[in-house]
């Protein structure tokens, strides 16, 4: 056997200091899932190279997106991490390629293929281009007048990964003390609230949100006990425009975002902390 420079090696509790993963859950991956093979010591202790260290760096940035510990070997053996796509400048051949293969996956009921599409769009897309690329997928399953079963698997599956990702999120050791309230209604699909959650993590705030649309007179029992800091209200096709009226004359001093069509930005806002977004500029900043 030859002998280890263990100069160039790390144990691993060096390792678990470097990355944020406890001993106990590297030693886990390397046991179920075969994530990582670290080096082995004559008395069996675990080393770790550099390399080791920056694949679990490349590991944890695809969990962060939401690709499934059991999925991130796979996602890596298959493509270059690190390089976040953007929509409006990738390849044109490729954004077709990548729906033409979701609705083929759909359309098939293919589990497998289903859930190779959602490791590539969560590894490659950031959340604007990803949402454009959901919005579209869904538009064309619509055109393409594809069964109820195979659209309504596709969404279980697409909400099962927002659910990792948002978990990630939701076990940090701090949460954002600042907390925003998600609304949407009936005719939008429940991923899309799963997403603006992600946004919401991502720019800092605490997302609360549930699976169906709260009465506009019943939010006030939930706003104030739980402090909410601002409120998101989505409507693509602005179906409940006279519900949002509702809103602003209970709520005109919170800070609320309306994410609606393309033609909402040509309106007049109805209160001074009230911005209207316009699709598909839905995920700027907020300010």
Request: charge should be negative; proline fraction near 5%; charged fraction near 20%.
């Amino acid at each position: 056997m030859n002998s280890i420079d263990q100069n160039a090696l790390y144990p691993i509790r060096e390792v678990s200091r470097l990355t944020g993963v406890k001993p106990i859950t590297l030693r886990a991956w390397e046991r179920r899932y075969d994530l990582i093979e670290p080096v082995r010591t004559e008395s069996g202790h675990r080393l770790y190279t550099q390399e080791h260290i920056d694949f679990l760096n490349q590991a944890l940035k695809l969990m962060d997106e939401g690709i499934p510990v059991s999925r991130v070997k796979a996602v890596l053996s298959e493509r270059v991490v690190g390089e976040t796509k953007c929509f409006g400048q990738a390849d044109p051949l490729d954004q077709l390629a990548i729906l033409e293969k979701a609705m083929q996956a759909i359309t098939q009921l293919n589990l497998v293929k289903i859930h190779r599409v959602l490791d590539r769009l969560f590894a490659d897309y950031s959340l604007t281009p990803l949402l454009e690329v959901l919005i579209e997928l869904d538009n064309q399953l619509k055109a393409n007048q594809t069964s109820t079963l195979s659209i309504k698997i596709w969404h279980s599956a697409l909400q099962e990964r927002l659910h990792v990702r948002l978990h990630h999120f939701q076990v940090r050791n701090h949460l954002p003390s600042k907390r925003i309230f998600i609304q949407t209604t009936s005719q939008n699909q429940n991923w899309i609230a799963k997403l603006a959650a992600v946004f919401c993590f991502e720019q800092g705030f605490q997302p609360i949100s549930l699976d169906e649309m709260i009465p506009f007179e019943k939010l006030q029992d939930v706003i104030k006990p739980l402090n909410i800091y601002g409120v998101i209200l989505i409507d693509k096709n602005e179906s409940s425009s006279m519900q949002w009226q509702v809103w602003f004359e209970h709520f005109a001093s919170m800070r609320t975002w309306v994410m609606g069509s393309a033609d909402i930005e040509d309106l007049t806002p109805p209160s001074i902390n009230c911005e209207l977004r316009g699709w598909p500029n839905w995920l700027s900043p907020l300010a």
